[in-house]
């Protein structure tokens, strides 16, 4: 595969890279409906200046810091989201099962019982139990083929049910293992901050310019270099940026290392891997995929089965949060806060379109709404009135953008 | 190379053979078991009786990737491609390049898709990364058939490739058909147009009812013997179904 390609091929790949046409090509995605993150983008500037005009508190280092700890769960929620809708599915029990979670991870560690495991095992027996239900979900949907939304309604009933049961009468249970509290609560030294953006910009580029050399090798179209760096500098300097207002304050979050973890793994699974690959022809089209030899079956339940880990890992930094576990936890808003901030982050209700970077920007979106909306001391009807206007805007973008490709194809 | 299949359902003991190098053509009625026969030889339905030889070896298929294994390519007229997806990941789709790490090799799955167009001149397609949605119908067509291609497949069915394409787009996939059996493949072409039939086949196979009428040389026939055998079953060999 290393030959050097035909001549005529590699002058025409030339062509295609100059910076005014990749970037006229962009400009033709764009008017097909491809708008990839730059709505997400805007609108995350807007909102930022909108509450930085409003309140002193909104843009400082200890605003941020607390910023990364609210937007966590949900963050990592969404982002077991994304993988649901891209196979068109949906998950309702998200909420409750991460509230299961919490409650194991709490059963798990309290000193003194007769169960009183470490806490990274207790964490990752509350992530075991999420990713069960889900696969148990999953295997309803893929073999019986029960809608998704029914089963994953009663998963949600099923899963409050188990809560109320389990918190008995008492009602609440404390968190006091160590390892657990960490979770949301440790804050990083600020040399471990700046070598984790070093190591996010040296690997963000590696793969960048990676991609690039091997493509240039093979003689295909590489895109154009300077837009290749700018895109590393710009996400390499909005890492580093993070860090230096967090060190301003304290220093980054373990949490907010957590957030970075799943969202970089999450985007490698489904970019660059033949599963991802697979997880988007099974949105696309699941008798085109089953056609060409994918297991849809698998395909469903791994989704489901990510979903509800993701759902434990978002219940874990929720208890670890709030140091305790009560009978209102997983309820509320959290289920449409998470399904919001995936589909705010522009992954499609319809399958097989978005990708998982746009949880993290989603995630972003709610916790400043929130934030903001309570460094204002507005009440409540302000904020879930925006959290839904911009939820409505984000679902009619999709639609457009979806009837605008399909008008481009014919 | 020889297929045969037993009793079928849908298929009352049809015999049905395509050599390399040759375009078959597959007509008959609807019902008359054209896509039955098609989905048993690509893995989707499994036969109940009766047997399938390929390069006279006796084999067993029980899925499409059984199927794709022995080279056998089936392009479907309809839900073929994954829209959201582009031509590359379209052309690879659950084949994909990949590391043990299961980590996707881009570049030379773009370079093949690259070459493979090239050499069935299809040249209309802009961008092999461009979403198969923003394609027109024949160079979906196109992408499809590439697909078989691409993995070497030595026999190509063809279900209905021109039944929603204009006149031009028509004339772009025929062509292809015709340069798929001069690279060596055994094409099987199923239509309803017999038009297109005489224009690329060399043999044609006329179902009735789930029975083979008859093969005919296309040379050595017409359109109204052909007509008359799906209608009729007015076979020479006298097989037709009451």
Redesign the interface.
């Given at each position: 595969?290393s030959s050097a390609?035909p001549a005529e091929?590699q002058a025409a790949a030339e062509d295609?890279d100059s910076l005014a046409a990749v970037l006229r090509a962009r400009w033709e995605a764009l008017k097909?409906g491809?708008v990839g993150n730059l709505p997400v983008i805007v609108g995350i500037i807007a909102i930022t200046i909108f509450f930085t005009s409003k309140s002193s508190i909104f843009f400082s280092a200890v605003n941020f810091t607390n910023l990364i700890g609210q937007m966590a769960g949900v963050t990592v929620i969404a982002v077991g989201i994304v993988f649901v809708l891209l196979i068109g599915e949906i998950d309702l029990s998200v909420g409750y099962v991460s509230a299961v979670a919490s409650v194991v991870v709490a059963e798990a560690q309290p000193a003194g019982t007769n169960h009183d495991y470490p806490g990274l095992v207790a964490i990752g027996l509350a992530i075991l139990a999420g990713a069960l239900i889900g696969a148990a979900q999953g295997s309803i949907i893929a073999f019986v083929g029960v809608p998704s939304f029914v089963v994953t309604l009663a998963g949600l009933l099923i899963s409050q049910g188990i809560v109320i049961k389990a918190l008995g009468t008492q009602g609440v249970i404390g968190i006091q293992d160590q390892k657990v509290l960490d979770v949301s609560n440790y804050i990083l030294t600020k040399n471990t901050g700046w070598i984790i953006a070093i190591v996010f910009t040296v690997g963000l580029a590696a793969a960048s310019f990676g991609?690039y050399f091997?493509?240039r090798?093979?003689?295909?179209?590489t895109g154009n270099i300077i837009i290749t760096a700018a895109r590393v500098v710009f996400y390499g300097g909005l890492a580093f940026a993070a860090v230096a207002v967090c060190n301003h304050y304290r220093g980054v979050p373990l949490v907010g290392l957590i957030i970075l973890f799943v969202v970089v793994l999450g985007s490698y699974l489904a970019g660059?891997?033949?599963?991802g690959?697979?997880v988007?022809?099974v949105?696309?089209?699941a008798?085109?995929?089953?056609?060409?030899?994918?297991n849809v079956k698998l395909i469903r339940i791994l989704c489901f089965v990510i979903s509800g880990a993701m759902a434990g890992l978002g219940g874990v930094i929720l208890a670890s949060r709030l140091n305790s576990v009560d009978l209102t936890f997983g309820g509320g808003t959290l289920l449409l806060d998470s399904i919001s901030a995936a589909v705010i982050g522009g992954v499609s209700l319809f399958g097989?379109?978005g990708r998982v970077s746009g949880a993290l920007f989603g995630g972003l979106i709610i916790g400043m709404i929130s934030n903001g909306t309570d460094l204002l001391g507005s009440a409540d009807w302000v904020k879930y009135v925006t959290t839904g206007s911009i939820l409505l805007a984000a679902v009619t973008l999709d639609t457009v953008a979806r009837r605008r490709?399909?008008a481009?194809?014919? | 190379m020889f297929k045969s299949f037993g009793s079928v359902e849908a298929l009352r003991g049809v015999d049905f053979e395509v050599r390399a190098g040759e375009v078959m053509a597959l007509v008959g009625d609807n019902g008359a078991g054209k896509s039955t026969l098609i989905k048993c030889v690509a893995g989707i339905n499994s036969i109940d009786s009766g047997e399938i030889l390929f390069e006279g070896q006796p084999v067993t298929i029980h899925g499409p990737k059984d199927a794709a294994k022995l080279g056998i390519e089936v392009v479907y007229q309809d839900l073929a491609l994954c829209d959201n997806l582009d031509v590359v990941q379209n052309m690879y789709l659950g084949r994909e390049v990949h590391d043990p790490l299961f980590r996707l090799k881009e570049a030379p799955m773009e370079q093949r898709t690259t070459e493979t167009l090239k050499s069935l001149s299809v040249t209309t397609i802009k961008s092999v990364r461009q979403p198969v949605a923003t394609l027109s119908g024949g160079q979906r067509q196109s992408v499809a058939v590439a697909r078989a291609v691409l993995w070497n497949n030595r026999v190509v069915f063809l279900d209905e490739p021109t039944a929603a394409l204009g006149v031009a787009q028509t004339r772009q996939v025929l062509d292809l058909v015709k340069r798929l059996g001069e690279q060596g493949l055994a094409v099987v072409l199923v239509s309803h147009n017999l038009n297109d039939v005489f224009e690329v086949a060399d043999r044609i196979t006329v179902l009735r009812l789930g029975r083979n009428v008859g093969v005919y040389e296309k040379d050595k026939t017409t359109v109204e013997e052909i007509v008359e055998a799906i209608t009729m079953g007015g076979a020479p060999t006298g097989q037709a179904a009451a």
């Open positions: 595969m390609a091929i295609q097909g491809d991609t091997s493509r090798r093979a003689g295909l179209p660059r891997t033949s599963f690959r697979h988007y022809a949105g696309g089209s008798e085109a995929a089953r056609r060409a030899g994918i097989g379109r490709q399909a481009v194809g014919r | -």
